[in-house]
């Protein structure tokens, strides 16, 4: 570089003066267009820089996008596996395994041959089944044989179809005897019958004077008013047990000519719930609350004029006695609410002393915390299995190949549960001892495996599902509650008794939709809890309540209310009536209870031949 400045120097030494200033004015126009060509270069490194960055911005807002996209697209995916399961999928959460080497079932046998005995005083275990986990559509479980139908518990009616003299006709009279009876069973049904029924009372003239006295009617349901025990009973059998919505129930009555409203129907049920079965209602209360453990849950339901915003939801609670209390008459409690906040815990169990078992609902734990020396809350494993299915069956476990689904994590909890589940099943006539026994010695060793595998599972790992992450969540934050029925005979591993007494509420919800007031909804607590708490104990709800209307009227007076012990389903006082009620049916449709034939066949059957069945 020295040697060619050098050069330059020696270059410009021999050049003129005027050369000398050509050739300045040469390299001053050359520094300007450089200069020129520098500041343009500048603007357009600079300009790059900016849309360089803009580039970079861009990008990483696109990439953000992209995440969010496939992760709304695998929720999507879920939303629609799952949508796809409710309408035509198997809607139940049963998981079956079965052993490796299955043996046939003989199609012909008539009951299964066990080939171990369990021991003395101990329950057997469930049957071992070959693993394969069924979430979606797959195979269907073997049928159970079909049973002849159990009849023995309805009224009978023998008719003996003989005519003697068409007998002597036909093989000439003297010449035959009835050597048996061939029997046919039917079962013929009598239509409902709606008549009106007139009752004259004497108007009466006393004395000389001829001073007219009326003799008082006997008790009436309700003064001035058609309704009867059996026709109001009949109704809210219908809507609370059938389901079937008053508008239909007043449709079904136009068809048989009598023009009875909805709007009568819907005053008598109101009315008499909350004045006759009032009283029932809160002595229920009061001996549910003497059991030591309640199952608990709750679901919703709209009340239109209940004082707040349209499209507000109120909700009904439920309370029941354990269903592995067998030393108290099984209550089932509806209690209608506003809202699902812990005030009704707090109003209805301030003085409660036991276990509540439920789901990890916060209620029902801030209402435990506040009771903690005389409350202890105890989880549902059915909650905890449900978004872990849920999850099995959107990925499509039943259709993937065998060891793809046994290396789920799904898959491994979802076998630990369903023999928990199936152990339970089998413990289930056990006593509450014995219970906790078998559990220590069967069930504890697969939970503790369970949360030994939750442990290990990264909640947020991107590789599970949202119900997959919401199931091992679930596990951990409530995993002494999900334990605890382990250390007490008393209290089921799930809270599954509870839900099946709201499936019969929430069904019928999806035809009458909702209550108009208050009162109505506080009407329909008193008739489910009386309903259900009928069916659990074995009895027919439309014997029930008719007893109630019955019964009720002249006790409303009673400052004692001892005699509501009698208002129980479990009473023998509603036993006896409600095998009166049968028989009085009996005598009034003249069903004849005797299979001995007439007198005028007895003298040609022949000699000691019995009826053949």
């Not at 996008?65 to 139940?92: I, P």
């Not at 906040?341 to 169990?349: G, I, T």
């Not at 928990?420 to 026994?437: G, V, Y």
């Not at 259900?532 to 004692?560: F, R």
Request: net charge neutral; proline share 5%; charged share 30%.
């Amino acid at each position: 570089m020295k040697a060619t400045l050098e050069a330059f120097l020696q270059s410009l030494q021999k050049l003129s003066r005027e050369q000398l200033i050509q050739k300045l004015v040469q390299m001053k126009e050359n520094e300007m267009n450089q200069s020129v060509i520098l500041t343009e270069m500048r603007n357009t490194s600079t300009a790059m820089t900016r849309d360089y960055n803009k580039v970079l911005e861009s990008n990483r807002k696109l990439q953000a996008e992209n995440t969010q996209l496939k992760k709304d697209h695998k929720t999507v995916c879920e939303l629609n596996a799952q949508l796809l399961r409710k309408v035509f999928g198997r809607q139940s959460e049963k998981m079956i395994y079965m052993d490796e080497e299955a043996t046939p079932e003989d199609p012909l046998a008539e009951d299964a041959v066990d080939t171990e005995e369990p021991e003395e005083g101990q329950s057997a275990d469930p049957p071992k089944r070959k693993e394969g986990l069924i979430v979606l559509p797959g195979k269907k479980g073997s049928r159970k044989p079909r049973q002849g139908m159990n009849l023995d518990k309805l009224p009978v009616d023998h008719i003996f179809d003989v005519d003697t003299a068409k007998l002597d006709t036909m093989f000439g009279e003297g010449n035959w005897s009835i050597y048996s009876w061939h029997i046919r069973k039917k079962v013929e049904r009598i239509p409902e019958l709606d008549y009106v029924q007139y009752t004259h009372s004497p108007v009466v003239a006393v004395g000389a004077e001829g001073k007219l006295v009326a003799i008082p009617f006997g008790d009436a349901l309700r003064n001035y008013s058609i309704a009867t025990a059996s026709l109001v009973a009949s109704i809210m059998f219908k809507k609370f047990v059938l389901g079937i919505p008053l508008y239909r129930q007043e449709w079904d009555l136009q068809m048989k000519d009598f023009p009875l409203s909805r709007q009568d129907m819907a005053n008598w049920i109101v009315y008499f719930a909350l004045n006759l079965f009032g009283p029932v209602y809160d002595w229920l209360w009061q001996e549910l609350k003497k059991c030591g453990y309640i199952q608990n849950d709750e679901t919703t339901l709209q009340v239109i004029h209940d004082g707040r915003k349209a499209g507000r939801l109120s909700y009904m609670w439920i309370h029941m006695t354990s269903e592995l209390c067998d030393d108290v008459n099984p209550i089932v409690i509806f209690s209608y609410e506003m809202t699902r906040a812990a005030d009704h815990l707090r109003e209805y169990f301030y003085d409660y002393v036991g276990t509540m078992i439920s789901d990890a609902f916060s209620s029902y734990y801030t209402f435990a915390g506040e009771h903690e020396d005389v409350i202890t809350p105890a989880g549902c494993l059915m909650h905890a299995r449900r978004p872990i299915a849920l999850s099995a069956a959107v990925k499509g476990a039943a259709r993937l190949p065998e060891e793809e689904r046994k290396a789920m994590p799904e898959y491994q909890l979802l076998q630990l549960l369903a023999r928990i589940f199936d152990l339970e099943k089998s413990f289930r006539e056990l006593s509450a001892d014995e219970r906790k026994n078998r559990r220590n010695e069967k069930v504890r060793p697969l939970l503790d495996e369970y949360f030994q595998i939750v442990h290990t599972l990264d909640p947020d790992n991107p590789a599970y599902s949202d119900k997959m992450k919401k199931g091992i969540h679930y596990a951990l934050n409530h995993e002494p509650e999900l334990r605890r029925f382990l250390d007490d005979g008393h209290i089921p591993c799930d809270n599954g008794a509870c839900e099946r007494h709201i499936r019969p509420f929430a069904t019928a919800r999806k035809v009458w939709l909702f209550c108009n007031t208050i009162d109505g909804a506080k009407a329909t607590a008193i008739l489910y809890t009386l309903v259900e708490t009928a069916k659990a104990n074995g009895v027919d709800p439309y014997y029930y309540l008719k007893y109630l209307l019955d019964s009720m009227p002249s006790h409303m007076d009673d400052h004692d209310r001892s005699f509501l012990s009698d208002m129980m389903p479990w009473s023998e006082a509603f036993k006896a009536y409600a095998a009166k009620e049968k028989t009085v049916l009996i005598q009034k449709y003249r069903l004849n209870t005797s299979n001995e034939p007439p007198l005028q066949t007895r003298c040609r059957s022949g000699p000691n031949k019995k009826a053949s069945a």
